[in-house]
């Protein structure tokens, strides 16, 4: 029998958790300078299309978007730089409110380092987002990347996939 909605699969592998809920419309909205940011974006496109949810990925631009899609979940991915969410991003958020999202950082700090950590400019985005009325539905995801280009952390993969089963 098909298992209801709100049931948790276990899959065999015993990592991977999924809820089965209604296929979602999601927007995949990224912002990226090397591809580290675009991999992390086509992973979670997917396997979210794996789970049966409809995918829509753009490309964050200046000047925001009037045009983006309708979407259940949107989901923005962003570089930080010298500290902060980069200038296209910011500028892009400002133009969201009332929309159900989730967020994933790329950043080469550690995320307990310095003043360049990923951290509090995330924390001040979802702040911002929140007066708008957007509203979070997971904890924000942090992807390393080993060199300033990268490539990306050992094991990102399972954290794209951790972070995918968090979202419904
Ligand atoms: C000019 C510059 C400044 C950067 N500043 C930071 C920083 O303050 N903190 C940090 O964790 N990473 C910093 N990085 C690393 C970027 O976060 C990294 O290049 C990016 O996440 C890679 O993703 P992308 O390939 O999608 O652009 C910086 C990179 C560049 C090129």
Same mark, same amino acid.
């Given at each position: 029998m098909f298992p209801a909605n709100g049931t948790e699969l276990q899959f065999n592998s015993g990592e991977l958790v999924f809820r089965m809920g209604d296929r979602m419309k999601v927007c995949i909205a990224y912002m990226s300078y090397y591809g580290n940011g675009k991999m992390v974006a086509e992973e979670m496109a997917s396997l979210l299309g794996d789970a049966g949810h409809q995918i829509t990925m753009v490309q964050v631009r200046d000047g925001?978007?009037?045009?983006?899609p309708e979407s259940d979940l949107l989901v923005v991915g962003t570089p930080i730089r010298m500290g902060k969410i980069v200038r296209k991003t910011r500028k892009f958020v400002k133009? #969201?409110?009332g929309r159900r999202y989730a967020l994933y950082v790329t950043h080469?700090?550690?995320?307990?380092?310095?003043?360049?950590?990923p951290t509090e400019p995330a924390n001040d985005l979802m702040t911002y987002m929140e007066s708008r009325g957007n509203q979070c539905v997971s904890e924000p995801l942090f992807i390393q990347v080993q060199e300033m280009k990268g490539p #990306?952390?050992?094991?990102w993969r399972q954290k794209v996939a951790d972070f995918v089963s968090s979202l419904n």
């Amino acid at each position: 029998m098909f298992p209801a909605n709100g049931t948790e699969l276990q899959f065999n592998s015993g990592e991977l958790v999924f809820r089965m809920g209604d296929r979602m419309k999601v927007c995949i909205a990224y912002m990226s300078y090397y591809g580290n940011g675009k991999m992390v974006a086509e992973e979670m496109a997917s396997l979210l299309g794996d789970a049966g949810h409809q995918i829509t990925m753009v490309q964050v631009r200046d000047g925001g978007r009037n045009d983006l899609p309708e979407s259940d979940l949107l989901v923005v991915g962003t570089p930080i730089r010298m500290g902060k969410i980069v200038r296209k991003t910011r500028k892009f958020v400002k133009t #969201l409110n009332g929309r159900r999202y989730a967020l994933y950082v790329t950043h080469a700090s550690d995320i307990d380092g310095n003043k360049f950590t990923p951290t509090e400019p995330a924390n001040d985005l979802m702040t911002y987002m929140e007066s708008r009325g957007n509203q979070c539905v997971s904890e924000p995801l942090f992807i390393q990347v080993q060199e300033m280009k990268g490539p #990306l952390e050992e094991g990102w993969r399972q954290k794209v996939a951790d972070f995918v089963s968090s979202l419904n």
